[in-house]
């Protein structure tokens, strides 16, 4: 979560009351970006699961059901470090494709889940997000020794569940999902205090657009993943 290699500089003679209103301004951009970058996913999805010959094309070879995923992790790492190198179209650009890829990526949950399931998950994940952002944006604790374990902890997430493939172990599974709530919930409060603390620190109009497009794509991320690790522990049991 680069944020663009930016180094927080403070402003040495903006006012308090400018410094709060840019600050506002990019927080909004940056929640409003995230939730256009959700419906475009949630759109892309449902497309696809309700499409016989879409789900054909996307799923019917190996092949093209990893050209997404593998585009996702390159614009994963590649966005953020040149984005200050990009225009700021190109950057919301580059978002909105990531997110209709991710939708791609996420269209077999509509034929494992029921809908009623997927719901009720997306409010609890929606109520989870929205509390740990608030409280991200407002609490006054330095969070960055507590994303920093977050983010080594990622880490070994990631290498659970690749190890958990193989094992195919449905408890061990339950635990890595509890363990990427805790994760991901904790990423959120951090990310956003880390995207709140840029916005005070960059009065740069151009920079602050890509800062709210980058700031989105991070929070975003923690919202999809954090309802992909509760819709396995609530929709366990449930499927379609």
Do not use: H
């Amino acid at each position: 979560m680069d944020y663009m290699n930016q180094s927080p500089t403070p402003p040495p003679f903006y006012g308090g009351q400018e410094v709060a209103r840019q600050t506002n301004a990019v927080m909004k951009r940056v929640y409003v970006r995230m939730f256009i970058g959700l419906l475009v996913s949630a759109f892309c999805a449902l497309g696809i699961a309700s499409s016989p010959s879409l789900l054909q094309m996307f799923y019917g070879n190996a092949f093209m059901m990893w050209v997404p995923f593998i585009a996702m992790l390159v614009m994963a790492w590649v966005l953020p470090s040149k984005a200050t190198k990009m225009s700021t179209g190109a950057v919301l650009a580059c978002f909105v494709v990531f997110s209709a890829l991710m939708g791609i990526t996420l269209a077999p949950i509509f034929l494992v889940y029921r809908m009623g399931t997927i719901v009720y998950t997306f409010f609890i994940t929606a109520g989870t997000f929205g509390a740990m952002s608030v409280y991200g944006y407002f609490t006054k604790t330095d969070l960055t020794k507590i994303g920093s374990f977050l983010f080594m902890a990622l880490i070994g997430l990631i290498i659970a569940s690749v190890v958990n493939i193989f094992l195919a172990n449905s408890t061990f599974e339950w635990i890595i999902s509890i363990v990427g709530v805790l994760i991901f919930t904790g990423l959120t409060a951090w990310d956003t205090q880390q995207v709140k603390a840029l916005a005070r620190a960059n009065l740069d109009p151009a920079m602050a657009d890509k800062l709210a497009t980058i700031g989105a794509l991070n929070l975003y991320l923690d919202f999809i993943n954090l309802f992909l690790y509760i819709l396995r522990i609530f929709g366990g049991s449930d499927r379609s």
